[in-house]
């Protein structure tokens, strides 16, 4: 089996799992707990912090563990907008690209009366800073972009975003979870208030992750309970998957620069080798691109039959076509960046890690172009197409 699906999950690292395991057999206690069984793991759970403090160039102080990606957001989100209401600014800046834990929040927060403002991607996948300069208002709260998205890959300008947010003295949220472990992060450097990371994208554990805010911040709970996290995130720590996290955030953040030197080269022989695909198009920036990232519109088909075939053949992919994700429109991402509905629906996702290998990307190269060929020549779409019925996009 090929996986090539690493924007959806990855492996779990034989690091990470081996730091996991004396957390799960030995060392179970609860942090809370004043015993020597419950002062052994409230450690671990310091030590995973501090690392992973050091990983993003904060204080430990400013980290806090929630069960993952879209908790993250939700809690960086909702606190911005309790933080912004007492001021009276009930104004939202974000981008029409967002995760859905970032843009199903912002949608419950219209209905509280919050005025959200999605800025527009372009054709390639980009937001700028001037574009968020100009969007900035007097009342607005929050600026939440993300750091690289999740299905085209397009890396944004963090930096600058965070730069002009904080020349306007805005709050600024980025959802890091395709970025953390994949590229550099410095939030100091790059400005950032607030930052959402999830384990299971950089080989960690799943059901974990970090929401980093910005000592002054005051968060708003999402879960209620016990002190834990100090008091901003209720239930007892999941302390395996915080250190195997922590482990696998340091084993990515050591070798940064040379998975992706890895990754990216495997990648563009990857498409390159699918840009012989008649009506083909690669989504998103070709250069401004996460190293494992590739994505492609085939015109004429469906790509729910395509990942299906791809899948016999023993190769694990993704789509942003529609009953994948259980909804009949496409995605609202190759949406964005204007594809029209038809084109949006033939696309395939393969994100590559550095388990990729050479072989591996050879063989895909080899059989999705007979697939995307089998499945057009059963299509009638495809034949007004070739009949000029209808006229080709791509
Ligand atoms: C996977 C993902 C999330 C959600 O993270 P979970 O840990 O699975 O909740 C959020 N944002 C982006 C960009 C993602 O890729």
């Not at 070798?255 to 080798?273: D, F, H, M, P, S």
Request: a negative charge; one cysteine or more.
């Amino acid at each position: 089996m090929i996986y090539a699906d690493n924007a959806a999950t990855t492996a779990l690292s034989k690091t990470a799992l081996d730091a996991m395991m004396p957390y799960f057999t030995d060392y179970y206690g609860n942090p809370s707990s004043w015993h020597t069984a419950g002062q052994k793991a409230k450690e671990a759970l310091e030590n995973a912090r501090e690392t992973i403090a050091a990983c993003l160039n904060c204080s430990p102080r400013e980290v806090y563990f929630t069960s993952g990606g879209s908790e993250a957001d939700n809690q960086a989100i909702i606190s911005a907008a309790r933080l912004g209401e007492k001021q009276n600014k009930k104004h939202i800046i974000s981008t029409a690209f967002e995760h859905h834990a970032v843009l199903h929040t912002l949608e419950t927060l219209k209905k509280q009366g919050f005025t959200v403002e999605l800025l527009d991607v372009g054709s390639t996948g980009n937001v700028t800073a001037e574009q968020v300069k100009k969007a900035i208002r007097e009342d607005t709260c929050l600026v939440t972009a993300m750091f690289a998205n999740n299905e085209i890959g397009s890396i944004l300008p963090i930096e600058e975003i965070g730069g002009a947010c904080k020349e306007k003295g805005v709050l600024f949220h980025t959802d890091a979870v395709q970025a953390a472990g994949h590229i550099e992060i410095d939030v100091k450097r790059q400005n950032i208030d607030m930052l959402s990371l999830s384990a299971h994208k950089f080989h960690g554990p799943k059901g974990i992750g970090v929401l980093y805010a910005k000592t002054g911040i005051t968060l708003t709970n999402i879960i209620n309970g016990g002190a834990q996290e100090r008091g901003k995130r209720a239930g007892t720590e999941n302390i395996p998957a915080i250190v195997g996290m922590a482990a696998a955030l340091k084993e990515a953040t050591g070798k940064t620069e040379e998975n992706a030197k890895k990754v990216t080269k495997l990648r563009n022989e990857l498409i390159n080798g699918l840009s012989n695909i008649p009506h083909s198009a690669l989504n998103g920036d070709t250069k401004n691109r996460l190293p494992g990232n590739v994505n492609f519109c085939f015109e004429g088909i469906e790509g729910e039959s395509l990942l299906l075939l791809l899948d016999a053949k023993g190769i694990c992919a993704s789509s942003g076509s529609a009953c994948t994700s259980g909804s009949l429109d496409p995605s609202h991402v190759l949406l964005a960046i204007g594809r029209p509905h038809e084109v949006a629906h033939g696309s395939l996702r393969l994100t590559l890690s550095e388990e990729n290998t050479e072989d591996e990307i050879k063989y895909i190269i080899n059989e999705v172009p007979k697939v995307v060929e089998y499945l057009r020549n059963m299509s009638p779409v495809w034949k007004d197409l070739l009949s000029g019925k209808r006229q080709f996009v791509l």
